[in-house]
């Protein structure tokens, strides 16, 4: 008993500062732990949870992500109708609103809020007895959907909210929080990228983004979506909470909610211009979107008095920035080689005025974009600037008169080397390991802790290198002189030299991990063991033919391909021999050859075996003289299937090749 009320303790206790560092961390930005420390914490509530199951709570730190996937979100009907807000998109349109509101109120000058637009999308939050108890959507305005589930993974959206803190604004425990829930630039960028990199579906904006990760239906996926919630009005019992606008915002500061910092009292419509103007030129810099300004009547019985139309209040307006969107001419496409060599098509454009910002320029990501778009030199586009700098293009409004067909390049732009394309995937690449685009890239993958392990060299040092022209490749390391290293920026003797060391011993580096260092694409550091296991120089691995290469155990076509590409470039192959010249020539250290009894048999493993892991029964075969594939083929002599096999040993029937079991395959070598 004793025991179970001191866990009770620790575990409020905890909950306590865990909600606390989420509020420092989530709302404020101002973390005052590291993140180790924070999940240490996380981690021993978690612990205790698992001990005294009945103690766990719904508004635990530990319970934001919960429930499976779901069917579908229920209807709830809003307590008060969620409504849109009326638009102005000049400065003669706000003070139309003003006079309109200053003739129905009867008064010379009205007191305004104006804060940000939020760019995202609208969710009522209500709690009860100061816990979150539902998340509603807009919907139609009167019903919306209930993503509960998918809302409480947001932790910037307080699960429960300080009972001390609701007693000093003077609320009960019932209420509901408007606002907006969004995702900052980085966040939808990292999203993006992760989503090409997986080959799913890019998102177009932010505010998609954030509303697609809101509409999942596994919350699990929403927790992922790193997404904000931005709060920007108070209700209780359906009403406004405070006799003024200005009193919400600054409530909800205190119970915790991440409201905009950014909202300004005005005194009257000169004052809500200036506030536009200055947003109009700052807003780019945000780390989040914003679309306009929305202006409100901050007295809450002026707001009452003036009430709603059918579709929005009357109190309130949305200034809306210029259109964002032109339509202008593609003059050119341009390629680009980025960082890692792929190539990127980049329109030139009739130069044209988007959103106060002239633009000239847009990428158009990569050739299936321009299949997509069905663009051609000449035509004329729609693009759009959604707050970056760098607009795209949406899509083709008039096909040119003399309109040319856009080709990627055979050879690339920089290096002149061959470009490849890799039959599944959407991008072209140069192949060339030294292409000046991607040195510095090349560079620090070459020197990383699991390639060639050149401790010292990192991204500033490759900056330099790179720039004052002391580096161009791999092989240039190896010619580095103390002197002229040691004048570099912030370098000095001792650190200079110590680099030389470090780039002397790794000379001893395996041939497992020089063949990986290179950056060959889709080889990574098994694949690079596995093709040292193999061929025991660099230059063997560079004669192989691609039939040779997919015998190599998990080495496909794809993989295959990709190895034979690099060392067809000549560029590639003159940069091995600058290696070897250099003293960068490992060898693979030779297996122990115990017999020739499997000498010119070749084998294939499928399933699980029961004596040993996969690996091992290779080497034995190996050890033996005989060869692994990864694939069954017409030359495969023996299939050995263990547990569970797969298509192979379907195929192996197909083809009528030798099947053995583990057994069969122990007696063939006398074990
Ligand atoms: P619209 O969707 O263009 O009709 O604009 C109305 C919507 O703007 C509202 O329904 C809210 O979702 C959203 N909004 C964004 N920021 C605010 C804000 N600070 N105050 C009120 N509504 C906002
Ligand atoms: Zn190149």
């Known amino acids: 008993m004793a025991k179970a009320a001191g866990a009770k303790q620790e575990i409020e206790k905890l909950r306590e500062e865990i909600r606390q560092h989420e509020y420092l961390y989530y709302v404020l930005d101002e973390p005052e732990i590291s993140d180790a420390a924070f999940d240490r914490l996380v981690n021993r509530l978690k612990a205790l949870e698992a001990e005294n199951p009945k103690l766990v709570t719904p508004d635990s730190p530990t319970q934001r992500v919960g429930g499976a996937p779901r069917e579908g979100f229920p209807s709830v009907r809003h307590a008060r109708p969620m409504l849109s807000l009326d638009n102005a998109y000049s400065e003669e349109e706000l003070r139309e609103f003003d006079r309109r509101v200053r003739e129905l109120a009867g008064r010379e000058k009205i007191e305004y809020i104006a804060e940000h637009k939020f760019d995202g999308l609208s969710i009522s939050l209500q709690y009860e007895n100061g816990m979150l108890a539902r998340a509603v959507t807009r919907g139609d305005g009167t019903t919306g959907e209930d993503v509960t589930l998918n809302i409480r993974t947001i932790r910037s959206v307080p699960l429960r909210v300080d009972a001390g803190a ?8 019932d209420f509901e929080v408007r606002g907006e829930v969004m995702m900052t630039r980085e966040a939808f960028e990292a999203l993006n990228r992760a989503q090409e990199q997986a080959g799913g579906k890019l998102f ?26 931005f709060a920007y009005y108070l209700l209780a019992d359906g009403k406004a909470a405070f006799e003024k606008h200005s009193e ?18 005005c005194a009257g419509i000169d004052d809500v211009l200036d506030y536009c103007a200055k947003w109009d030129s700052k807003r780019e810099k945000l780390p989040y979107e914003i679309d306009g300004v929305v202006v409100k009547v901050n007295r809450s019985s002026l707001q009452a008095e003036l009430g709603f139309t059918a579709r929005a209040p009357r109190w309130a307006i949305a200034y809306k920035y210029p259109a964002a969107q032109e339509t202008t001419v593609v003059n050119d496409i341009l390629v680009q080689v980025g960082r890692t060599g792929a190539l990127t098509p980049v329109a030139v454009l009739e130069p044209v005025q988007v959103g106060g910002v002239t633009v000239s320029r847009s990428t158009l990501h990569n050739m299936d974009e321009i299949d997509r778009l069905g663009l051609r030199i000449g035509d004329t586009v729609l693009i759009e600037r959604a707050g970056e700098v760098i607009p795209k ?5 008039k096909e040119g008169k003399s309109r040319k067909t856009f080709r990627m390049p055979e050879d690339c732009p920089e290096c002149g080397s061959r470009i490849h394309k890799a039959e599944d995937e959407v991008a072209y690449r ?12 090349s560079l620090l993958h070459f020197a990383g802790r699991h390639a060639m392990n050149i401790d010292g060299l990192g991204e500033k040092i490759v900056n330099h290198l790179v720039e004052q022209k002391m580096v161009e490749d791999f092989a240039d390391l190896y010619a580095l002189r103390l002197e002229p290293l040691a004048a570099l920026e912030r370098m000095g003797e001792k650190s200079a030299q110590n680099l030389l060391n470090e780039i002397e011993a790794s000379k001893k580096n395996s041939l497992a991990r020089l063949i990986f260092a290179l950056g060959i694409r889709f080889i990574g550091e098994r694949t690079g063991q596995l093709l040292a296991e193999q061929f025991s120089t660099l230059e063997e691995l560079a004669a192989a033919s691609e039939e040779q290469l997919v015998e190599v155990p998990e080495v496909g076509p794809k993989v295959a391909a990709s190895i034979a590409e690099f060392f067809s470039e000549p560029a590639n192959r003159e940069l091995i021999k600058r290696l070897r010249k250099a003293g960068v020539h490992p060898t693979a250290e030779k297996r122990e050859v115990k017999s020739q009894k499997l000498a010119g048999k070749s084998f294939v493993f499928t399933g699980a075996l029961a004596h040993r892991s996969r690996e091992e029964a290779g080497e034995l075969v190996q050890q033996h003289g005989g060869k692994v594939s990864g694939s069954v083929s017409k030359k495969t002599d023996y299939v050995v299937v263990g547990a569970d096999p797969g298509s192979k040993h379907d195929k192996a029937r197909e083809l009528g090749v030798t099947i053995l079991s583990e057994a069969e395959f122990e007696k063939l070598l006398g074990i």
Do not use: Y
Request: proline fraction near 4%; aromatic fraction near 4%.
């Open 204 to 229: 177009a904006n932010p505010r998609n983004a954030a509303a697609g990760a809101v509409r999942v239906l596994d919350p699990a996926i929403t927790a992922e979506r790193r997404l904000e919630f």
């Open 430 to 441: 140069c192949v060339n390991a030294s292409c000046p685009a991607k040195r510095k890239e």
């Open 393 to 397: 293009v949406l899509k083709v409004v």
């Open 166 to 173: 609701l007693k000093k604004a003077g609320l009960r425990g």
């Open 248 to 265: 919400s915002l600054q409530a909800l500061k205190s119970l915790h909610f991440r409201a905009s910092e950014d909202w300004k009292l």
